[in-house]
T-cell receptor
Framework: EAGVAQSPRYKIIEKRQSVAFWCNPI?????LYWYQQILGQGPKLLIQ????????DSQLPKDRFSAERLKGVDSTLKIQPAKLEDSAVYLC??????????FGPGTRLTVT | AQSVAQPEDQVNVAEGNPLTVKCTYS??????LFWYVQYPNRGLQFLLK??????LVKGSYGFEAEFNKSQTSFHLKKPSALVSDSALYFC?????????FGKGTRLSVIA
């Protein structure tokens, strides 16, 4: 069974630029999550999708972050414009049942 | 609000010795508790979970964890540590809400 795929693996941008991350969940997993993991901290949930609907986006900084899962399969997370404090690893996870999540390798973002 | 505390930033143990990584939690209602492991440049890997039932939960790679309701703890244990167990370990809790992770404990197993 293929795991959760994410791209790119690494991205370096300047502040105020925009960036997008892509995630393809495990086939058949209806729930998809985006997490932000800042160095030295545990992952923090940004947004949770159930199929193509948003379940929870209470911690998503909506002035600069957006996410979509238009066809209920893969998803894109965008940051525009980026700030220095957005430097982090962005993890995507998917699940078939809500309490067993499978994580992708993450995208390491550096904002200079 | 639910929360997780991992009181140790770093745990060092000699290969072959037993290891314990501590976790305490706070949640309204019945907790769902998890342990994940993160190797360098890789995503989190699921180790084990407690949802209900037996307080001693067995997981992947010989790890186990004991749910203690009175102490609100869910410590991760392994009887005999391997060098390959060296990684970052995260405890997480869900009270039928999104997962909340602890800040992680770095385990270093020394040969």
């Amino acid at each position: 069974e293929a795991g959760v795929a994410q791209s790119p693996r690494y991205k370096i941008i300047e502040k105020r630029q925009s960036v997008a991350f892509w995630c393809n969940p495990i086939s058949g997993h209806a729930t998809l999550y985006w997490y932000q993991q800042i160095l030295g901290q545990g992952p923090k949930l940004l947004i949770q999708f159930q199929n193509n609907g948003v379940v929870d986006d209470s911690q998503l900084p909506k002035d600069r972050f957006s996410a979509e899962r238009l066809k209920g399969v893969d998803s894109t997370l965008k940051i525009q414009p980026a700030k220095l404090e957005d430097s982090a690893v962005y993890l995507c996870a998917s699940s078939l049942i809500s309490y067993e999540q499978y994580f992708g390798p993450g995208t390491r973002l550096t904002v200079t | 609000a639910q929360s997780v505390a991992q009181p140790e930033d770093q745990v060092n143990v000699a290969e072959g010795n037993p290891l314990t990584v501590k976790c305490t939690y706070s949640v309204s209602g019945n907790p769902y508790l998890f342990w994940y492991v993160q190797y360098p440049n890789r995503g989190l890997q699921f180790l084990l979970k407690y949802i209900t039932g037996d307080n001693l939960v067995k997981g992947s790679y010989g790890f186990e964890a004991e749910f203690n309701k009175s102490q609100t703890s869910f410590h991760l244990k392994k009887p005999s540590a391997l060098v390959s167990d060296s990684a970052l370990y995260f405890c997480a809790v869900s009270g039928n809400t999104p997962l909340v992770f602890g800040k992680g404990t770095r385990l270093s197993v020394i040969a």
